[in-house]
């Protein structure tokens, strides 16, 4: 597998440079570039085009949310995930609603933020399940007065078991375990689920299917 292409965003020079540092230490890592803000880092993208974008949430000018809508407008295959100090609900739903893939604390670990760069790259979940879990009790209760949408093309009952396993949290490798099956299989049902629910990435098929009542949330 080639190198990783990753841009880090954030207006803290120090913060940075060392995380910079620490990423040039991991050998999937190929490429790392740095902005200071919103309009640095489109540019950026534009000529480096980044598998993964570590994006801050408070900066000068544009905060992170509004430049997660722009990089997914002028870089729409670049993974962002939300790099930030913040845990409040709203953020994490904003950011979330604006296109970002994950959202990990700034004092998560060095393995913790390691793993959620190189899990991008394999479709895997960003969220750990505290996390999933908070989206989906905020979704539900968007959806939970309004009237049972339209079925979707019908997802299969072993597909129906990956997507509440998804919204668990899990990734491939233990949906696997799991189910006795191999991650291969777990990657070409979840093909079928995202191509039936009209979804690109993981959690939005979780939302979905919780908007469709495929998943139950109390599980």
Do not use: W
């Amino acid at each position: 597998m080639r190198g990783l292409k990753v841009l880090i965003v954030d207006d803290h020079n120090i913060f940075r440079k060392g995380l910079r540092k620490i990423l040039e230490l991991e050998k999937d890592v190929e490429i790392i570039e740095e902005a200071a803000n919103a309009s640095e880092a489109v540019q950026k993208s534009k000529e480096i085009c980044p598998d993964v974008v570590l994006m801050d949430i408070t900066m000068p000018g544009l905060d992170g949310i509004e430049a997660t809508k722009l990089m997914k407008a002028v870089s729409p295959t670049s993974d962002i995930i939300i790099l930030s100090m913040h845990n409040e609900d709203q953020y994490l739903f904003q950011a979330i609603k604006a296109g970002a893939r994950g959202y990990v604390l700034k004092e998560a670990s060095v393995e913790e933020l390691v793993e959620s760069i190189k899990a991008t790259v394999k479709g895997e979940s960003l969220l750990n399940p505290v996390l999933v879990r908070r989206i989906l009790d905020e979704f539900a209760k968007s959806v939970e007065d309004k009237a049972s949408p339209d079925s979707p093309e019908i997802l299969t009952s072993r597909e129906k078991e990956i997507l509440n396993l998804l919204a668990q949290g899990k990734k491939n490798k233990e949906i696997a375990r799991k189910l006795f099956i191999s991650e291969k299989t777990v990657k070409n049902h979840l093909s079928n689920i995202f191509h039936k629910l009209h979804c690109s990435d993981r959690t939005r098929a979780v939302l979905e299917g919780v908007r469709l009542r495929i998943i139950e949330i109390d599980q």
